[in-house]
């Protein structure tokens, strides 16, 4: 009954922006920290951003810091990711994923996963 979908990906220039969704459906969204990851092909999967499940606290990996937010809208059940400035080395396909209580950078700790979205940024 658990389900992530996301949506929102796409080809985009350099320097260009998209924002993704991730909806949940069969729990509620606003109860757990939910997170992002990419891959990319040959690479493994690495953790983008985070949010927890109260009190909106974020993570976001270095790289990222300044160009993407993530945020959440607990009525839509929804978590967005707003990535703007993107580089050809966030070329990825996205995931979100369930957290427990706790935001975390593994990705073998997270156990529930959406189906992925693809992200390609290239001139």
């Known amino acids: 009954q658990v389900q992530l979908v996301e949506s929102g990906g796409g080809l985009v220039q350099p320097g260009g922006s998209l924002r993704l969704s991730c909806t949940a459906s069969?729990?509620?969204?606003?109860?757990?920290?939910i997170g992002w990851f990419r891959q990319a092909p040959g690479k493994e999967r690495e953790g983008v951003s985070c949010i927890s499940s109260d009190d909106p606290i974020t993570f976001y990996k270095d790289s990222v810091k300044g160009r993407f937010t993530i945020s959440r809208d607990n009525a839509k059940n929804t978590v967005y990711l707003q990535m703007n400035n993107l580089k050809p080395e966030d070329t990825a396909v996205y995931y979100c994923?369930?957290?427990?209580?706790?935001?975390?950078?593994?990705?073998?700790?997270?156990?529930?996963w959406g189906q992925g979205t693809q992200v390609t940024v290239s001139s």
């Open positions: 069969g729990f509620t969204l606003g109860a757990y920290a």
């Open positions: 994923a369930r957290h427990g209580h706790f935001c975390t950078w593994d990705a073998n700790r997270a156990h529930y």
